[in-house]
Each structure stands twice: as C-alpha cells, then as structure tokens.
C-alpha cells in the first residue's frame, strides 16, 4: 500500500493542534465547576465539542506510518530520534518556565496553578520526575508518553496487518469496539449490583494484583491506529453527500453523549475529576463517534498540497509541546481583561496561544542546534 503525502493530512495535524489548544484553554472554565455555573458549561461545552483532537493526532500516525516497512531497529532509530530530544528537552524546560512565570510578578488568576507547587525545590524535583511520569506543568506531554508506546508497537504489528484480511480487521475492531463501552459499563455496574472484586471495580479479572482484563489487548489507542490503517486500505469511497449525512449526525449524538454526561456528572458527582474524566475519554464510545465523523469528512476535502502548509504541519510539533505554560499566561492576559463571555474568552486565549507558540518554535527552528528541539 503506498504512502504518499497526503495535503488533507497535513491540514488536519494543523486543526488537530489547534483543537488540542482549545481544548487547554478550556481547563481553568472548567475548573470553575459550580463556583461559576456559566463559564463551567462554556468550557465543558467547547471542551467536549474539541474532544477528537488527541485521537486525529493518532489516526494520522496509523495512516501515514503503517505498515512499518523498515526492520524494527530502523524504524525506532528513526521516530526516537525525531521525539525524545524534544521531549527531555520540554519536560525539564516546562518546569523551569512555570518557576519563573509563577515569580515573574505576573499576577495568576487561574484556579488550576497553585504556587506552593512551584518551589525552587519542587522545580528541581520536576527536572527528573520526567522520568517516572509527567505532572502538572508537562501535562500536555502525556500524550508523548503515550505516542512512545504506539511507535514501539508498531513493528510488531505491522507483519500481521500486512497479511491481514478485510475480515481479521474487522475482527479487531470489533474487539475494540467492545472495549470502547466499558467505562461505561463500569459506571453502571454497581447498579446492578456489582460493588467490586476486594474494593477493586474493574471488570473482567481487573483486580489490585491485575490491571489486564479480557479486553485490555484490544482497548485504547491502538484502536485508532488500525482504524486508519483500514480506512486508507479499504477507503469508503463516498460522495462528499453521503459522507456529511453519515457524519454530521454521528458527530452530533457523540458530542451530547460527551457533553450531556459531563454536565449531568457534575451534577452527581461535584468536582469529582476521575468521573468527569470517564466521559471524556478519548477511547470511550462517544469520542470515537465524533472522531471518525471528524476524519472521514477532512479525507473528503480537497486541499492543494503547498510548500507553505507542509512547513506549518511540520512545526506543530513543537507548538504541541510547548504550548502549555503559554495557555496559562494567555488566561491571566484575557481573563481579566474583558467581560467578553466565556466562549470569546476561550477562543482568544486558544488563538494567543497558538501565535505565541508557533513563534518560539520558528525562532529555534533557525538555529541548527535548537531545530531539533522542535522539530
């Protein structure tokens, strides 16, 4: 199967970015929770409508990556090249940002940043906890975490769907599938009765001695991945027509699914982040019905491939990874600068941070030394 560039790919990574942004910016609104009822329903709203974002990102990579046709050292010597500079790079230099944004006299509205945490000692700490797992101020970089796993994986998969038949993909997702409603299943289970195995309420074996269930080979981003593979293998080769009437409404129950059950979440379990979070999982149901209707209708869109697009696909990357503390300066800049509702606020915050970020990653994609820590 050949891989050519595709300009809808490199216009979708640029949305996707964006989207991830929007989605940060919409934290602090969030976080407002009932103290604010109306800029906590603004953020839930525009967060859960850009909840596609991180699973985009995933299905670009399984398009365009696989099957992996190098031997598996090839392969890895190539992609860890590419991330883990910038990623030491950014999760010590986060810290080190935040330290001096947090002392810099500039005044912190936000309620997610609590300066205790930002200590000449905290931050040294921060320097190598990198190592163990990300924290507040790389909390963007979870996602490279978790993109070193796929990279890792993709080797070993490639073979079999090399080989694969339309029906053993099928196959697959639907396994995936199946995967994709049990956090919810788990939600509702202790109406039926279920209170757990020794306190623990995972399901299908999940226990204090075992996190892999029945499903769990089948589950999370991988899903994604071979998804892509699928699409570009068997492409559904729809009128644009089509695709919208599919799409649209698919995207809409997924989105009142996510934001209806954050909303009504809230409403149950106030200021509980580990259920609200149930709801906006990026492998749960709901985000996946909005993902696909997101990237079948981008692979519709004719777009002229240009020098210009391809440059900016290429440097959000670097926007990705340090985005973050921008987020924060740009919600002490715009909050209290206007009474614009909620929305705006969101929108301008999301808009400054994008320029802001897209400017320090042109600066050091001058110099040779500092293009790799971005690129």
């Given amino acids: 199967m050949q891989k050519e560039p595709l300009a809808w790919a490199d216009w979708l990574r640029i949305a996707a970015c964006f989207l991830v942004i929007l989605s940060h910016s919409c934290d602090p609104f969030v976080g407002q929770l009932d103290n604010n009822r109306a800029e906590f329903l603004s953020g839930a709203f525009i967060g859960s409508l850009v909840r596609p974002c991180v699973p985009l990102f995933v299905m670009l990579s399984g398009a365009l990556l696989l099957p992996v046709q190098t031997d598996m050292g090839t392969f890895y010597g190539r992609r860890m090249k590419r991330i883990l500079v910038p990623f030491v790079f950014w999760s010590m230099a986060l810290p080190v940002l935040y330290y001096l944004y947090v002392h810099s006299g500039m005044k912190t509205v936000s309620p997610n940043l609590i300066a205790a945490d930002h200590t000449v000692g905290m931050t040294l700490k921060k320097l190598y906890l990198f ?30 769907l090399q080989q694969a038949s ?47 269930g029945t499903f769990y080979y089948f589950s999370g981003f991988l899903g994604y991945l071979v998804l892509a593979f699928y699409l570009r293998r068997y492409p559904l080769n729809w009128s644009m027509s089509r695709t919208l009437a599919v799409a649209i409404p698919l995207f809409l129950l997924g989105f009142a699914i996510t934001f209806g059950g954050f909303v009504l979440t809230q409403h149950y379990s106030p200021g509980n982040y580990a259920s609200l979070e149930v709801i906006w999982y990026f492998y749960g149901v709901n985000v996946f019905m909005m993902t696909v209707s997101v990237y079948l209708i981008m692979q519709q869109i004719q777009v002229t491939p240009s020098p210009r697009l391809r440059k900016l696909s290429s440097q959000t990357f670097g926007v990705y990874l340090c985005h973050f503390v921008f987020v924060q300066l740009g919600y002490d800049l715009v909050y209290p600068a206007t009474t614009a509702p909620a929305a705006i606020k969101i929108g301008l915050i999301a808009g400054f941070t994008f320029g802001v970020s897209l400017t320090v990653v042109r600066l050091l994609s001058v110099w040779e030394w500092t293009r790799r820590l971005v690129m």
């Fill in 131 to 160: 190592l163990f797992n990300f924290h507040y101020d790389t909390t963007a970089l979870w996602y490279i975490y978790m993109l070193i796993g796929l990279y890792l994986f993709m080797p070993v998969i490639s073979p079999w």
């Fill in 166 to 212: 339309r029906r053993d993909l099928h196959w697959f997702l639907g396994w995936w599938g199946i995967s994709l409603v049990l956090p919810y299943v788990k939600m509702a289970a202790p109406l039926a009765g279920y209170l757990g195995n020794y306190g623990n309420t995972g399901l299908l074996g999940v226990c204090d001695w075992n996190a892999f």
